[in-house]
């Protein structure tokens, strides 16, 4: 329809793209002045839409209905404006609105979501696009000639095959520096953390002895973690990891988090900061040096403790499991597609005999948890409340346009997100790392189960790693313990989140959960009981 066919009768629905053109309807409203008290039978010319004989021959109830509409529509319009520069709405909304949001570089185009007469968000919509969506092929993982070429750093330094009369991943490194020279001093993790700096002055002082010469050159007994926690955040990780360490086979870790593969081997160490620098693989490798001498020492029997052969180690970055925001900053002209590759493709490509531990937790306390750790002012059951049902909306209105998995792993959805809503999703992850690893290299934890039975879990995941038993005594000092990473007692104080709200949020995880129970054969990942 040309501009010409539009200038009698034409309303546009504000609702629509400008690209859909306009669409003539009979639609009445206030706006619409040629719906006037005339005769029927007048066909000449219209007067000027506001001369005063027209204004005199409206009735004062239509008059007012005119300038209450007027302002109305001016208020509205200003509202928008004030929200497209995120100044916020001129009037506070309800729990149940939403604010419409930018993200993935354009408008979403999509419906509010259906409310109740009683003011209660309908889920069972987006419930079944959910269910719909979950149903996708899984991923192909790149072939690993892709792989290796996209890191060829990464694998110059890492040999194929490691020692095979240790159970670490070790491996001899030819060592071309200076002796002279201090040999950490441009580790970033040194210049970084604390954690590493307090060992650092003891692996300085004891590096050239842990020097082996061999054919006219000297070498170095390199190591990689034998074990991973990847995550999720906020489900006792960090508890468990330091559990572990009690154990005399798991030993000499310098570092619980140090986010390598996910952030700072790119050069991020917080997205929001933007690009600092790339911590190579040698600053990597570098933090499991105290481990790698222990072994070193018992393989030329000096130690005379071959007991040591079989020591391993680990690391627990709660990132590894679901951030691969990095290809986002890296290939930003591909922002709108899934990541190339994933952490997991290096990590098997490297190790492919690596154990993977993942701790899970109910969905629904674990964004709650997350929310009152990472926020810092104003935090309230109600504020999580609104953050909760605007990230919904955001990830409803992604679905709307893309598949789950890209919606899952999107880089500007996940900024926009006021919660961490899409960390909970774990079905979507663990399918994708059991595209890599095989799923008996894989074990998937409770907290629930953790915290209600922590000697029968402890004991399950050193079975996992192939460790010794404990003795009585280091049981009982493992088991007494204190639980780590507790809540804050300033947010204990905030007390547990709105009924209304985990009942949203159970409903929204219900369908993840089910997949997630399904693909690990275990009912008890549905998680249906309330707390």
């Not at 842990?210 to 999720?232: A, E, T």
Request: net charge neutral; proline share 6%.
């Amino acid at each position: 329809m040309s501009l010409a066919d539009c200038s009698h009768g034409c309303q546009y629905n504000v609702h629509r793209s400008v690209a859909e053109g306009c669409e003539c309807r009979p639609v009445r409203t206030f706006f619409d002045f040629r719906y006037r008290i005339m005769s029927e039978n007048l066909t000449g010319k219209w007067p000027p839409l506001f001369s005063a004989t027209n204004l005199w021959s409206l009735s004062k109830v239509k008059v007012m209905s005119f300038l209450m509409g007027l302002t109305l529509m001016f208020i509205v319009m200003a509202s928008y404006l004030l929200m497209w520069d995120k100044e916020g709405f001129l009037f506070t909304a309800s729990p149940e609105q939403f604010r419409p949001v930018v993200i993935l570089g354009r408008p979403l185009a999509t419906a509010a979501p259906d409310v109740s007469p009683n003011g209660v968000l309908d889920m069972k919509p987006l419930v079944h696009i959910i269910d719909s969506k979950l149903e996708y092929t899984l991923r192909t993982p790149p072939e690993l000639e892709d792989v290796f070429e996209a890191d060829s750093h990464l694998f110059s330094r890492i040999p194929r095959h490691f020692l095979p009369s240790i159970k670490s991943p070790c491996w001899w490194e030819r060592f071309s520096g200076d002796l002279n020279s201090d040999p950490y001093r441009k580790n970033h993790f040194r210049l970084s953390s604390k954690s590493f700096k307090t060992v650092y002055e003891h692996l300085k002082s004891s590096f050239q002895q842990h020097l082996l010469p061999r054919d006219g050159s000297l070498f170095r007994l390199r190591c990689l973690p034998f074990f991973y926690i990847i995550g999720q955040p906020k489900c006792g990780t960090t508890d468990l990891f330091h559990r572990l360490l009690l154990h005399p086979d798991i030993k000499f870790n310098t570092m619980k988090e140090p986010h390598w593969w996910t952030r700072k081997r790119f050069g991020y160490i917080r997205f929001k900061d933007g690009f600092r620098e790339n911590f190579s693989v040698e600053d990597y490798l570098d933090l499991f040096d105290l481990e790698a001498h222990k072994i070193q020492e018992s393989l030329s029997g000096n130690s005379g403790d071959h007991h040591a052969l079989q020591l391993i180690t680990g690391e627990a970055s709660a990132s590894t499991m679901w951030d691969n925001q990095a290809w986002s900053y890296l290939h930003s002209a591909d922002e709108e597609a899934e990541p190339p590759f994933l952490t997991q493709d290096f990590i098997h490509a490297i190790q492919p005999d690596a154990r993977i531990i993942i701790m899970l937790r109910d969905p629904v306390e674990r964004l709650y948890s997350d929310y009152l750790y990472f926020k810092v002012a104003n935090k309230s059951a109600e504020d999580f409340h609104l953050k909760v049902l605007e990230s919904i909306h955001l990830f409803q209105s992604c679905l709307t346009m893309r598949s789950l998995r890209s919606c899952v792993y999107n880089t500007s959805l996940s900024n926009a997100m006021p919660v961490r809503l899409h960390l909970g999703m774990y079905v979507v992850f663990i399918l994708d790392w059991l595209t890599v690893f095989h799923q008996d290299q894989i074990l998937v934890l409770r907290l629930e189960d953790y915290a209600a039975n922590l000697k029968t879990t402890i004991k399950t995941v050193f079975d996992f790693l192939s460790v010794g038993p404990l003795s009585e005594q280091a049981e009982a000092a493992l088991t007494k313990r204190p639980m780590l990473n507790r809540r804050r007692a300033a947010d204990r104080n905030l007390g547990p989140m709105l009924p209304t709200t985990r009942n949203l949020l159970r409903e929204f995880h219900q369908p993840f959960n089910r997949k997630l129970a399904s693909a690990l054969h275990n009912k008890a990942f549905f998680w249906t009981s309330s707390p």
